[in-house]
Every structure is written in structure tokens, then in C-alpha cells.
């Protein structure tokens, strides 16, 4: 037969990083990269190209966008919800449970989005 033990290490050699890196936190990443999937599929594609467009327009100076595309671009970006996402993130590799205000804003802004 063959030892098992041996054969995975002697994969894990071959590959590079995946000594420094273990499992839990290739497992973390992965979570974390389609919870990531999950909130850019929020867009449609239309908007994940005009988002692109934009980024690629702008290139990371939001003095190369005009005003109107700053608040397009600002609107793409509160669509993929990224407080939740950072929220969510850490929520994933954190030991401890995080409070709602972390995910979701401070309870007043919750209470106002139910309202309305």
C-alpha cells in the first residue's frame, strides 16, 4: 500500500505556499472569496461592465471621473452592499459572533430602513 502521510506532504511541496498556509486559512479564503462572488452578483451585468468601465476610467483618482460618474459609481458600489460584505468577512474568520451594528449599521439607520 502506500503511505498516505508522505503522499501529501510530497504534493504539498510541490506546490508553493501551501506549507505557509494552512488549511483553515485556505478554507477562510475561500469563504471569504465567495462571499465576495455572492455580493458582486448583486449587479447585474450591465452594471458589473459600467463598474469595470468606470474603475478602469477613473484609474483609483476620482478626480478622473466627473461628478455625475462619481455618483453612479458610488451608486454601483452601496448596490454590492460592502458594509455587510466587510461585515460578513470578518464575521467568517472571527472566533466570536459579531454585534448587528457591525453588519448592518447602528439601529437608528436600521429602523429608518424599515420604515421606509
Given at each position: 500500500?502506500?503511505?498516505?502521510?508522505?503522499?501529501?506532504?510530497?504534493?504539498?511541496?510541490r506546490i508553493p505556499g501551501l506549507k505557509v498556509f494552512?488549511?483553515?486559512?485556505?478554507?477562510?479564503?475561500?469563504e471569504i472569496l465567495?462571499?465576495?462572488?455572492?455580493?458582486?452578483?448583486?449587479?447585474t451585468a450591465q452594471e458589473r461592465n459600467r463598474l469595470f468601465q468606470l474603475v478602469k476610467t477613473s484609474r483609483g483618482r476620482k478626480g478622473n471621473l466627473s461628478?455625475?460618474?462619481?455618483?453612479?459609481?458610488?451608486?454601483l458600489i452601496n448596490k454590492m452592499e460592502p458594509r455587510l460584505?466587510?461585515?460578513?468577512a470578518i464575521g467568517?474568520?472571527?472566533?466570536?459572533?459579531?454585534?448587528k451594528r457591525f453588519t448592518h449599521?447602528?439601529?437608528?439607520?436600521?429602523?429608518e430602513q424599515r420604515a421606509a
Open positions: 500500500m502506500f503511505d498516505r502521510n508522505r503522499l501529501l506532504a510530497h504534493g504539498a511541496s494552512p488549511i483553515f486559512r485556505l478554507l477562510a479564503i475561500a465567495i462571499l465576495a462572488n455572492t455580493h458582486f452578483q448583486r449587479l461628478e455625475a460618474e462619481r455618483k453612479e459609481l458610488a451608486g460584505f466587510a461585515g460578513s467568517k474568520v472571527s472566533p466570536f459572533p459579531l454585534p449599521g447602528p439601529k437608528r439607520d436600521r429602523d
